[in-house]
């Protein structure tokens, strides 16, 4: 997965920015980002703090592990049917 530019503080900085007025394109041209990532970050961390958006990730980081331990099991679990006989 490719690494943001931006830090999660930058990316409330942002957002806070365009809460207070200040016009979209604006601040895309000035931190040179395109507008469709702005409104990914707005819906995606909107009404979020840092510390929220840091939680989040960890749960995300957490869930990715879970998913490949689950994979990984239930190869294990197919192989073992399969050697067994037993479909």
């Given at each position: 997965?490719?690494?943001?530019?931006?830090?999660?503080?930058?990316?409330?900085a942002?957002?806070?920015?365009a809460?207070?007025?200040?016009?979209?394109?604006n601040?895309?041209?000035?931190?040179?980002?395109?507008?469709?990532?702005f409104?990914?970050?707005?819906?995606?961390?909107?009404?979020?703090?840092?510390?929220?958006?840091?939680?989040?990730?960890?749960?995300?980081?957490?869930n990715?592990?879970?998913?490949?331990?689950?994979?990984?099991?239930?190869l294990?679990?197919?192989?073992?049917?399969?050697?067994?006989?037993?479909?």
């Amino acid at each position: 997965m490719k690494k943001s530019r931006f830090t999660d503080a930058q990316i409330m900085a942002i957002l806070r920015q365009a809460e207070d007025g200040i016009p979209v394109l604006n601040l895309c041209r000035e931190h040179q980002m395109s507008s469709a990532t702005f409104y990914k970050w707005r819906a995606k961390y909107g009404g979020m703090d840092a510390s929220m958006i840091s939680e989040m990730k960890g749960l995300e980081d957490e869930n990715r592990r879970l998913k490949k331990m689950f994979a990984e099991l239930s190869l294990q679990n197919e192989l073992l049917r399969e050697a067994l006989g037993k479909k």
